[in-house]
């Protein structure tokens, strides 16, 4: 079993995350601009091996089987 952990938008992500998924948390700052976001958080627990990264509004970063990540919106 693999621990989370919690971190404020616009900081580092995790080492331990893959650079695919540390792409997508970085897209997903940029569209945020101009929004404030200095109470947001990311979340990152780990889900079969995998990990699943969800911003405080509900925004959901995953790897699937294949190793692609996919980003889903609240609004979705």
Excluded: F
Excluded at 12 to 21: C, G, H, I, Q, S
Excluded at 52 to 72: C, N, Q, S, Y
């Amino acid at each position: 079993m693999q621990m989370g952990t919690r971190w404020s938008v616009g900081a580092t992500a995790p080492d331990r995350l893959p650079e695919n998924v540390r792409a997508a948390v970085a897209a997903e700052e940029l569209e945020l601009a101009g929004t404030d976001t200095s109470q947001w958080r990311w979340t990152l627990t780990w889900l079969e091996g995998r990990p699943v990264v969800e911003l405080d509004d509900g925004t959901t970063i995953r790897v699937d089987h294949a190793g692609d990540v996919t980003v889903e919106h609240p609004e979705d």
